[in-house]
């Protein structure tokens, strides 16, 4: 069963100073944190705050790609956490033909936030992710570092913004 969740900010990881997309399940306050590399993050940054670029950039070019070979962008689900590494699926459809593509999660959110399509996360996936939070080695432990996700507000992610 997969888990709609929705970006509930992009920040820097205040230990490491990596970038973290941290999902948020649409029905409860489980935090899910992604750590991202910096061109990711900005694609996705980008999005959030609506700043166009005066050229496409990569994820643009990809949306524009879909349109015009009468593609759609359906959803991206997170289908996987192995070794450290989260795993993701494009569900693609171009006419009655559904098509899965493999993806970075953070290619598959920054696209998704350009498709304007929903966000899910394996219920598996996040399971094992809010019970080991994994990322950097050094740094707060998982315990620590979900505590202080969970208990972020607004004004904590303006903070730490990207």
Request: charged share 30%; glycine share 6%; aromatic share 6%.
């Amino acid at each position: 069963m997969d888990i709609e969740v929705r970006i509930r900010g992009l920040m820097m990881d205040p230990a490491t100073n990596m970038p973290i997309v941290v999902l948020k399940d649409m029905h409860s306050d489980t935090v899910m944190p992604i750590w991202v590399g910096i061109f990711e993050a900005n694609a996705i940054a980008l999005e959030l705050e609506k700043v166009g670029a005066p050229r496409p950039m990569t994820h643009d070019l990809a949306r524009n790609l879909l349109r015009y070979l009468n593609g759609e962008l359906e959803k991206v689900v997170i289908t996987e956490l192995k070794d450290d590494t989260f795993y993701a699926v494009l569900w693609l459809r171009q006419g009655d033909e559904p098509i899965a593509v493999d993806a970075r999660p953070s290619d598959a959110i920054a696209l998704a936030l350009r498709a304007d399509c929903p966000i899910y996360v394996n219920e598996k996936v996040m399971e094992k992710a809010k019970l080991n939070t994994t990322g950097p080695p050094e740094g707060p432990t998982a315990e620590q570092l979900r505590s202080w996700l969970e208990g972020l507000n607004d004004e904590d992610l303006g903070r730490y913004k990207m």
